[in-house]
């Protein structure tokens, strides 16, 4: 089986990513569930903010 890797994020709504998966699902998150998942985030320079975020 390969090894499922992301393929896009999207900004969705004011609080929302929407992510595509190289195995074609989709995945919708809020920022909540977000800080959930990681409760020690690390501070990123504006340029990674920007690489991870695909308009």
């Known amino acids: 089986m390969d090894a499922v890797y992301i393929v896009k ?7 929302g990513v929407l992510v ?3 195995d074609g ?3 919708g998150y ?4 977000l800080i959930e998942l990681r409760p ?10 920007r690489a ?4």
């Open 40 to 49: 020690i985030r690390e501070k990123a320079s504006e340029t990674t903010r």
């Open 9 to 15: 994020v999207e900004q969705e709504g004011e609080d």
């Open 30 to 33: 809020v920022a909540e569930e």
């Open 25 to 27: 699902t989709i995945a």
């Open 20 to 22: 595509t998966f190289s």
């Open 52 to 55: 991870v975020l695909v308009d």
